[in-house]
């Protein structure tokens, strides 16, 4: 019994000592970014030129900047997705998107000059096969989508990314057309 006890009494030093060894390791401020670690930085903050090189190892109030949309494109995707939910009313819902969505799927389409998908496949999913299936269906029923802009068709076909969130009543809507949630 008594070998126990001070099993027990060991046991718990052990826990207290780790709890407070990672209390204290929490609280602390991060280390200041040595000269070396800011150069080592630099390569990467360079390789695109609307990435802020003083974001990298500080706590920088600036965020970085994402390199800026093609605004050609995103107006031909907001007509997109109006023809997808044109095609799909029955499906949809409305307002802004439940806080916990039931999945979030991503489809890459190919679109011809006539406005076709010639080719769609499912890049980022749960892994519902009935969801991904939904997601390409409305989008296949949608097809042709309108005519993308001769400046689109650098390479002759556009190939673009568009996201479906479904909700748990197998409702959905595309994030182009999508309000945020609050």
């Known amino acids: 019994m008594r070998l126990a006890k001070g099993r ?6 052990v826990l207290a000592t780790g709890a407070w060894m990672l209390l ?5 401020p991060p280390p200041a970014p040595s000269r070396e670690s800011s150069t080592a930085a630099a390569p990467v903050a360079s390789v695109s030129s609307s990435v802020d090189p003083s974001a990298y190892g ?36 409305e307002g802004r998107p ?3 969505l039931q999945a979030v799927i991503v489809v890459e389409a190919t679109v011809d000059r006539g406005g076709n998908v010639v080719a769609s496949k499912v890049t980022r999913s749960p892994h519902i096969k ?5 997601a390409l269906a409305s989008l296949k029923a949608a097809s042709p989508l309108p005519a993308p802009p ?19 009543d ?12 609050e």
């Open 8 to 13: 027990s009494r060991r046991v718990l030093t």
């Open 130 to 134: 009935r969801l991904d299936d939904m």
């Open 24 to 28: 204290t390791a929490c609280s602390a």
């Open 150 to 168: 001769p400046v689109l068709l650098v390479r002759g076909n556009l190939v673009f990314s568009e996201t479906w969130l479904v909700q748990n």
């Open 58 to 93: 500080s706590r920088s109030t600036n965020p970085l900047k994402l390199a800026p949309r093609d605004p050609t494109l995103e107006a031909w995707k907001v007509s997109a997705a109006q023809r997808i939910h044109q095609t799909n009313q029955k499906s949809l819902f």
């Open 170 to 181: 197998n409702t959905f809507r595309v994030r182009t057309l999508t309000l945020p949630q």
């Open 98 to 100: 439940h806080h916990l």
